[in-house]
């Protein structure tokens, strides 16, 4: 039924002019936002959309002239300052805007559950709370191919939450997935056969290894991939060209893995 294959480059990423003519990945710097970036994300004009937790606001990159230059889109809500923006996604017509706002890491726990998710009217930068400070340190998103679902991974409290639209304008959350050991989920990313692939953050102290977790449009775990020695992984993205290409960062090693998953 899954059929997963993995590489990685021998020793991580490397700097463009330290090349060695074996088909390592690069590296190369586009932007600086002098601060704390946690997500990207890009509109159908190719315009960029930054989260950034040291600005706490969400960024959008643009030329002025031939440089580019940052701008706030969004810095708080009705005079309050965002805590730190975490990860954020564009819906297929670049009109709509999702984030989630955890502040930096140990900011809100279980103990103190004052994470959001928001949305934000791109057109009008108009933004609403879809959930409002209740959450404990929610990280990754995802929006499910017909984005008729927006997923949640709540990270202090090891779960993925689902928040469904119906009617238009009113969002209904509940929880999609409980997990149990490990720290808690981190990324998600969806595949377009609707599969959810969470990514199972942890400790190095506490795991060795790392674990996404795939799990089916009704909430059931349908596989875990392992992923050696990398126990924090920290984000997850399908290629646009090929979706069937996983690209997943690892903080421990600061290593970007791509994993092929043929799904059938």
């Known amino acids: 039924f899954f059929f997963f294959f993995f590489f990685q480059a021998e020793d991580g990423i490397r700097d463009a002019q330290e090349s060695r003519g074996l088909g390592d990945v690069y590296k190369r710097q586009v932007y600086n936002t002098s601060g704390q970036p946690t997500g990207l994300a890009f509109d159908p004009e190719a315009g960029s959309y930054i989260a950034d937790m040291a600005h706490q606001a969400i960024l959008s990159q643009g030329l002025v002239g031939l440089k580019a230059e940052k701008f706030e889109v969004i810095k708080d809500y009705e005079g309050t300052p965002l805590l730190g923006p975490n990860s954020l996604i564009i819906n297929k017509d670049g009109n709509s805007l999702f984030f989630t706002d955890s502040g930096p890491f140990g900011h809100t726990t279980t103990a103190n559950p004052r994470g959001s998710v928001f ?120 290629a646009a060209s090929d979706g069937d290409v996983l690209y997943v960062t690892e903080k421990t090693h600061n290593c970007l893995y791509k994993l092929t998953v043929n799904i059938k």
């Open 119 to 238: 949305t934000v009217d791109l057109e009008s930068c108009i933004i609403k709370p879809l959930i409002h400070e209740l959450l404990a340190y929610p990280c990754g998103l995802a929006l499910s191919p017909d984005e008729a679902a927006l997923y949640v991974a709540e990270t202090c409290k090891n779960r993925v939450l689902r928040l469904i639209q119906y009617p238009a304008g009113v969002f209904h959350s509940s929880t999609f997935f409980q997990f149990a050991g490990r720290l808690g989920p981190t990324a998600l990313a969806i595949h377009y056969r609707n599969y959810v692939f969470v990514a199972h953050y942890d400790f190095p102290e506490c795991s060795k290894d790392g674990v996404i977790v795939v799990i089916s449009e009704k909430g059931e775990l349908v596989a875990e991939i392992v992923i050696p020695e990398a126990p924090e992984i920290t984000g997850l993205q399908f």
